[in-house]
């Protein structure tokens, strides 16, 4: 009986892994929902509202403005565009807000050198009870994201079962793949199943999807950042493993720039999520975006660490009484990125460590540059003492690389 089973599950995962070959590097670009939502009114709204308008704007503001040189390439839609099924059952966008279809809207996006992304739902509904795909339009619905040339799928799994969803996502990363049109593909299907194996098969994921929603939707506060950090810690074991070129955690969307973090926590937002490898989905107006707020997401020593060749996800690998954390991400070329993060309310804290504490053993000679702040800090030997002053609620982050190799170092005392 087994030996009748294995080939058959054999077959059936080599049918269906998605080879697109896309998201080497953990993504990054823009996504609608946490700061735009469903706001459909563009009567009442008409600058804010989902509509073809609102892409196009935040298109033109990801060429003019730097993002799209940076790497911040993917315009996403996410809920709330669909009108209806045409009589064909074919999607069709809302007529009224997307007078000129996502088909435009891509050929739009591909003008500047941007991806779009689109969203629908394995299910009779989306999230916000737009037409749902539902597995008998799962190869249709694909054939019409192609045709439209789009360069990304986002999946969710609202009004769906898990049985659905374990026919369904596997079912979806195969049409896609046989498009033959590259599209990236974004499921949500392990955030519907509790994040965890044995409900949840990363192998599986990591086969068929570029990228995944473990856990709950990001809202814009602290807490909520909070609440999606320590779940990721506290099952880092089991996630970090998983990540990797082509196949990506996602803790869900930045939220630099809105209204719900200090300055010190969308600091702290964006280093823990470049240290965690994650998709790095901007969702906030860059039309009125402040000089402070880019400042964080623009900046190129944290780009270049996020685009991290390797990509290997960091983990958090000290936890102290003082509520200080320090988080690690190994790096190409020997580097690693540091981000020693505070929990504490009060003041800055002064967080006085060596390299040798957290782990390192190499007889190298070190220096760092502060991510932030440009400061360089030199000469460091693992047994060096250092001290990092730490806002509430804020990070230090550092990008870490040995110097040289010292041969008498193991004898230091
Ligand atoms: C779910 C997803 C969110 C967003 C909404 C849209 O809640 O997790 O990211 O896509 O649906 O309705």
Same mark, same amino acid.
Request: charged share 20%; glycine share 6%; hydrophobic share 40%.
């Given at each position: 009986?087994?030996?009748?089973?294995?080939p058959?599950?054999?077959?059936?995962?080599?049918? *269906?892994?998605?080879?697109?070959?896309?998201?080497?590097t953990?993504?990054m670009?823009?996504?609608?929902?946490?700061?735009? #939502?469903?706001?459909?009114?563009?009567?009442?709204?008409?600058?804010n509202?989902?509509?073809?308008?609102?892409?196009?704007?935040?298109?033109? #503001?990801?060429?003019?403005?730097?993002?799209r040189?940076?790497?911040?390439?993917?315009?996403?839609?996410?809920?709330?565009?669909?009108?209806? %099924?045409d009589? %064909?059952?074919?999607?069709?966008?809302?007529?009224?807000?997307?007078?000129?279809?996502?088909?435009?809207?891509?050929?739009?996006?591909?003008?500047?050198?941007?991806?779009?992304?689109?969203?629908?739902?394995l299910?009779?509904?989306?999230?916000?009870?737009?037409?749902?795909?539902?597995?008998?339009r799962?190869?249709?619905?694909?054939?019409?994201?192609?045709?439209?040339?789009?360069d990304?799928?986002?999946?969710?799994?609202?009004?769906?079962?898990?049985?659905? %969803?374990?026919?369904?996502?596997?079912?979806?990363?195969?049409?896609?793949?046989? !498009?033959?049109?590259?599209?990236?593909?974004?499921?949500?299907?392990?955030?519907?199943?509790?994040?965890?194996?044995p !409900?949840?098969?990363? !192998?599986?994921?990591?086969?068929?999807?570029?990228?995944? #929603?473990?856990?709950?939707?990001?809202?814009? /506060?602290?807490?909520?950042?909070?609440?999606i950090?320590?779940?990721?810690v506290?099952?880092?074991?089991?996630?970090?493993?998983?990540?990797?070129?082509?196949h990506w955690?996602?803790?869900d969307?930045?939220?630099?720039?809105?209204?719900?973090?200090?300055?010190?926590?969308?600091?702290?937002?964006?280093a823990?999520?470049?240290?965690?490898?994650?998709?790095?989905?901007?969702?906030?107006?860059? %039309?009125?975006?402040s000089?402070?707020?880019?400042?964080?997401?623009?900046?190129?020593?944290?780009?270049?660490i996020?685009?991290?060749?390797?990509?290997?996800?960091?983990r958090?690998?000290?936890?102290?009484?003082?509520?200080?954390?320090?988080?690690?991400?190994?790096?190409?070329?020997?580097?690693?990125?540091?981000?020693?993060? /505070?929990?504490?309310?009060?003041?800055?804290?002064?967080?006085?460590?060596?390299?040798?504490?957290l782990?390192?053993?190499?007889a190298?000679?070190?220096e760092?540059?502060?991510?932030?702040?440009?400061?360089?800090?030199?000469d *460091?030997?693992i047994?060096?003492?250092?001290t990092?002053?730490?806002?509430?609620?804020?990070?230090?982050?550092?990008?870490?690389?040995?110097?040289?190799?010292?041969t008498?170092?193991?004898? #230091?005392?």
């Open positions: 009986m087994l030996l009748k089973t294995v058959i599950l054999v077959l059936v995962t080599h049918v *269906l892994a998605l080879k697109n070959g896309l998201m080497q953990p993504p670009g823009w996504l609608a929902w946490e700061r735009f #939502r469903c706001n459909i009114d563009c009567k009442e709204d008409p600058k509202c989902i509509s073809e308008q609102l892409f196009m704007e935040m298109a033109d #503001r990801l060429a003019e403005d730097g993002w040189d940076l790497g911040y390439t993917y315009l996403n839609i996410d809920d709330c565009w669909i009108g209806e %099924r009589e %064909r059952g074919n999607l069709v966008a809302d007529p009224r807000r997307f007078p000129n279809g996502i088909a435009h809207l891509a050929d739009y996006a591909h003008s500047l050198g941007l991806k779009l992304g689109i969203y629908a739902d299910g009779n509904f989306t999230c916000m009870g737009f037409p749902g795909t539902t597995l008998d799962v190869v249709q619905d694909a054939k019409t994201f192609a045709k439209w040339k789009v990304m799928l986002k999946l969710d799994g609202c009004y769906s079962t898990p049985l659905e %969803r374990a026919v369904g996502y596997p079912k979806m990363a195969a049409a896609l793949n046989a !498009t033959g049109h590259p599209i990236a593909f974004s499921c949500s299907w392990p955030a519907y199943e509790g994040g965890l194996p !409900t949840v098969n990363y !192998t599986l994921l990591a086969d068929i999807c570029n990228l995944w #929603r473990n856990y709950d939707d990001i809202q814009d /506060s602290w807490s909520s950042v909070l609440s950090l320590d779940w990721f506290e099952y880092q074991d089991i996630l970090q493993p998983v990540a990797g070129p082509g955690n996602d803790p969307m930045l939220l630099v720039g809105n209204f719900g973090l200090s300055f010190e926590e969308a600091q702290s937002q964006m823990l999520w470049t240290v965690l490898a994650a998709p790095l989905f901007m969702s906030t107006d860059l %039309r009125t975006i000089a402070k707020d880019m400042g964080i997401l623009q900046n190129p020593l944290m780009i270049k996020h685009q991290d060749p390797l990509g290997i996800q960091g958090r690998i000290v936890k102290e009484k003082s509520q200080i954390e320090v988080f690690l991400r190994p790096l190409s070329q020997k580097a690693s990125a540091l981000v020693f993060f /505070s929990r504490r309310t009060d003041m800055p804290y002064h967080y006085s460590t060596s390299l040798k504490w782990n390192f053993t190499s190298s000679v070190y760092a540059q502060n991510v932030y702040t440009g400061e360089i800090i030199s *460091l030997h047994k060096t003492k250092f990092v002053t730490i806002n509430p609620s804020g990070v230090v982050m550092w990008y870490l690389y040995p110097i040289h190799y010292e008498e170092a193991m004898d #230091r005392t």
